[in-house]
């Protein structure tokens, strides 16, 4: 199914007359409110949001009764994983692990190459569908996976993930490692064929991450030559770090010193880094450690913090203070990690669970969160061009219609979204320029097909599963 983008390369758009713009103020350096303006873009380039435009347009949407913002930046996403895995993985986990790692549910439920096409088609369609225009893509390398994700339309930073070990819990007492012969060197000359690959991709769209998967699933060396490789490059290091209890204690024991610290020794933090959750940082109330530096180390070093509340709720865990990281000077940016891919629903999340965590200490807000999905992303990625509706930025957009019944009553339009309509009220996507959704939905992917399809595959997938009933039983039980 083609965009109808694709046509309408060097067209000049206008949305005439938007009743609200949540548009970038380069003199506060922050979002504001513009009302009743235009926002007008050609190609890929944004040239007006807010005020009148004045010049001619080749295509007029009349704004009187929509709100534009700009599109989101999902920091940290696995499309190939996590929507395979729904009805499975919201209530489960090890309870001997601190309700951490799914390992035994991944042991049985092994995807093959068809089953993460078809995960990756569906939660990219999915994340559209949502505001969201780029993405980090954390998904081992697998056949097909750019031709996918062009046919997306999304903005996408291509980070294959690699390693040294796998990790599994089979007595449920402790996470094992089963270290492969090369220690990941095959694994991390193949990302970086892939990242080359992405980089130099016709469609213009895509970038590229080095991301060693895990700071205890990869050597000290391998996290060494991650570091050499990006900056040779350029590009920006992703890892998950800081990420559960049982990986604090692994590297604890390994290091003596904390998973912060410990990349902090060996040169991992820096301005073009991003750590998937730091969760566990030596502030976090259930880590019995005698130092109080992890959040400072983050700050100083510029090191941005990819925060996905969800992920971790489900399993009983939350990062407590995310204000406290803001307050420390620490980047943070938001990402989904699970399913739903749903911005909006992890900035609302964010914001109620440190509400809940911090008590009156608490320093969230709806607005801080949305730039950390905005700007504190484009902040991290190196873009003053995206997360922003500005003259110059990219066509990256999203408009919301105001007739919705969930975006009523509205007297303030981002806590209306946020805690009230989130994605259903979404109308128009466009990513540099192109129309990816319309009505709500996607343009580029099929959604119903590619829900079907992904369901059929987590039927075969399930179906050749040991114990999976055993391990995942349904909520309810089946009458006779």
Known sequence: MASQGTLLDNRRFCIRNAAWIIAWDGERQDHVYRRNGDVAWQGDRIIQAGGRYGGEADVEIDGRSRLVMPGLIDIHCHPTQTPIYRGFVEEYGNPRL???GRQDFRQSFVQDDAALRASARYALAEMSAAGITTIVDLSHAYPGWLDILEESGLRVCVAPMYRSARWWASTGQETLYDWSDDFGEAAFAEARDVMDAAEGHACGRFTAMVAPAQIDTCTPELLKQSIALAEKTGRPLFTHGAQ???????????????PVAFMDSIGFLGPKTVIGHAVFTDQHPWVLWPTREDLRLLAESGTTVAHCPTVFVRDGTLLHHIGAYMDAGVN?????????QNMLEEIRTAELLARAASGARHTSSTARLFRAATIGAAKLLGRDDLGRLAAGAKADLVTFDLDHPHMHPMRDPLRTIVHQAAERAIDQVYVDGRRVVAAGRPETIDWGRAAEHLS????????????????VPLSLGMAD
């Open 244 to 258: 559960s209890y049982p990986e604090f204690n692994q590297i604890a024991r390994r290091n003596n010193q904390t």
């Open 456 to 471: 059929r595959e987590q039927e075969r997938i399930a179906s050749g599963a040991q114990n999976i009933d055993e391990i």
């Open 332 to 340: 943070v940016a938001i990402g989904t990690d699970t399913h739903p």
């Open 98 to 100: 601190f309700f951490n």
